[in-house]
């Protein structure tokens, strides 16, 4: 990604695990109209392949990747899960069943109502049907199966080594990932600042885009450097 000579070096948006690039439709628009040059990647493009498949904390980790990370956003992010644990011995029959269940169109407007604090029911299922778009790929299967089976990330041990100065942003209605994991995320991290949004869920870009463009963009013109969000 070349670096862009605007108000601010480049901030490069990962979605989530489990997720696709559109989740960050609202927020966007937001950092472009200040001036941000912003890069949404769809890592599900790239089936979950290279560098774009790793968490934001292995990469601003290690220093020999291609993307050079200066600064770190993690908005409500999953950096304790242990990798997918036991569901990593099931037999490949049985993974395919749960991957299967995974993106039902029961299972997902559970799950999408579970990630935000207040919907209607029309933008539940508006959400539900854009939070599956991804499952619809062709390889989208064989591709969770094989991350399920071989251990899936595990990005604990490398908290610590993270030297980036990192913005925190939760929303403290998370039903996802729990509330208090923000605070001990601050706590581990060498440099960090910790952001909540109230009367918000898992998705506060989603949710409270405004909210968190303000934070994103206060916190990228701080000096003009390359960044992450995730």
């Not at 304790?80 to 569901?87: D, F, I, Q």
């Not at 299967?141 to 030297?163: C, H, S, W």
């Not at 870009?205 to 960044?227: G, K, N, T, Y």
């Amino acid at each position: 990604i070349p670096v862009m000579h605007g108000r601010t070096d480049p901030v490069v948006l990962l979605h989530g695990f489990d997720s696709s690039v559109l989740e960050w439709r609202y927020m966007y628009p937001l950092l472009e109209e200040a001036g941000v040059d912003a890069w949404a990647i769809d890592i599900l493009g790239w089936g979950f392949s290279g560098l774009e498949s790793r968490p934001s904390c292995d990469v601003a980790s290690k220093r020999n990747h291609l993307y050079q990370v200066s600064k770190l956003v993690l908005i409500d992010a999953s950096v304790y899960a242990e990798g997918t644990g036991e569901m990593s011995k099931l037999p490949r029959a049985f993974a395919y069943a749960g991957v299967a269940l995974l993106k039902s169109v029961p299972l997902r407007y559970y799950v999408i109502n579970l990630a935000f604090k207040n919907l209607s029911f029309d933008v539940s299922v508006d959400w539900m049907k854009i939070g599956r778009l991804h499952c619809l790929y062709p390889w989208w299967e064989d591709a969770t199966v094989n991350f399920m089976m071989n251990g899936g990330y595990n990005v604990i041990p490398l908290i610590k080594q993270v030297k980036q100065q990192t913005l925190i942003i939760w929303g403290e209605d998370d039903q996802i990932i729990r509330y208090k994991l923000a605070f001990r995320l601050h706590g581990e991290l060498q440099d960090a600042t910790l952001r909540t949004i109230p009367e918000c869920g898992h998705l506060p870009h989603v949710e409270r885009p405004r909210s968190v463009a303000d934070l994103i963009i206060q916190f990228a013109q701080e000096a003009s450097v390359q960044f992450s969000a995730v």
